[in-house]
Nanobody, 124 residues
Framework: VQLQASGGGSAQAGDSLGLSCTAS???????VAWFRQAPGKEREFVAA????????YYADSLRGRFTISRDNAKNTVYLQMNNLTPEDTAVYYC???????????????????WGQGTQVTVSS
């Protein structure tokens, strides 16, 4: 499985951006997730869609502003980010794994497959 993230860029505070992550190879039945990493910080969980139920999970601080979705026919997962703030500035990574258990959904090391990352920069 190879993941290709796209859609990052520069935005002003309050703007919206959408990210896409397209997979080559079978990801049906995989948990797909977005993480982000700001300079000098650890990679943190953003959102995920769990493989068994399709239910979405979010970082508590981002719920309500970010929305994850997927189009299985296109092998693509999306992240819609609204009302961006400078604190959202980071490299955003998509990830996927076929064996995630729910208790590990927020843990980066639980995922085997990663995209290359796309930069999101939000200015005030």
């Amino acid at each position: 499985v190879q993941l290709q993230a796209s859609g990052g860029g520069s935005a002003q505070a309050g703007d919206s951006l959408g990210l896409s992550c397209t997979a080559s190879g079978r990801t049906f039945g995989y948990t797909v997730a977005w993480f982000r990493q700001a300079p000098g910080k650890e990679r943190e969980f953003v959102a995920a869609m769990f493989r068994n139920t399709g239910r979405a999970y979010y970082a508590d601080s981002l719920r309500g502003r970010f929305t994850i979705s997927r189009d299985n026919a296109k092998n693509t997962v999306y992240l819609q980010m609204n009302n961006l703030t400078p604190e959202d500035t980071a490299v955003y990574y998509c990830a996927a794994d076929g064996g995630i258990i729910l208790s590990s959904i927020r843990i980066p090391r639980a995922y085997d497959y990663w995209g290359q990352g796309t930069q999101v920069t939000v200015s005030s």
